[in-house]
């Protein structure tokens, strides 16, 4: 019937997205409005009045417009959003990590030893741990809030394999400990070390947050690669139908440059999301 071909073409009528659905979706429309029309037709209704009531009760032109032009806007909206999220997670952990990792573990790769030297630095003009230099020590320690724990040891002519038996019986001279707030869920690590001049040896113990850096890392790219591939998989399904379990492994192992494959074998997509 011209009436009912020319009513699907106008509804259809500068609707984009791919070519194949759009056809499937006219022809899936075309057989309801045709299928009512016949039911009209029995009900004594002439063909001409059972085309314009099948089209009426279908809904109008322009509503019909509307509707798919809607459904077409909220698909790629959810497409659209599935990229900005991948991409937002993956800018953000990359930054995350960058930042946490470098300012909490490369600035403090040799943290233990710059420290400790500072406390050296404090105890070389003294022979031994007298209050006044218990409470600079204290003082330099309160100074760092990542220091949980120091040792100071008197070593005084002792040297090589007898300072390390020393430091593995001995007791130290001094110690001091500060409750640091360590979420236990942060899976802060802790930088240990140690080193001696002169008279004096220090060990410190401080806590770091590179562990959960690395965490953030690894579950963020986790996330963004799902987002990526989930929204590959969409694109390719609704651009050309060809989202076969194939392309949909090779999104999943391959993300990014499997999309490109994608592309490079379907050229004419570049047009596409140019425009």
Known sequence: MK????FVDSVYQNTGGNKKEIKELQAEMRSHLLEAVHELKNEGKSEQEAVQLAIERFGGEQEMRAEISQLYHKQKLFAKGLLFAAITVLIVVIFSFQFLYQRDYLSSNDFPHRFNEKIIDSLQDHESMTEEVKKEV??????????????????????????????????PLYSYSEDVNTPRWLWAGYYQGGNGMGNWFVYTSAFGYYVVSILILVVGIALYWALFTIWAIVYA???????????MLIF???????????????????KRIQA
């Open 3 to 6: 009436e009912i071909e020319a």
């Open 252 to 270: 999943l192992f391959f993300n990014i440059i499997g999309f490109v494959g994608f592309l490079l074998i379907n050229k004419n997509l570049f």
């Open 138 to 171: 204290e003082s330099i320690v309160q100074s760092n809030k990542r220091v949980n724990k120091i040792e100071i040891y008197n070593t005084k002519g002792i040297e090589g394999n007898e300072l390390l038996n020393y430091l593995d019986n001995s007791k």
């Open 237 to 247: 399904f609704h651009t050309t139908k060809k989202a076969s379990v194939v392309w």
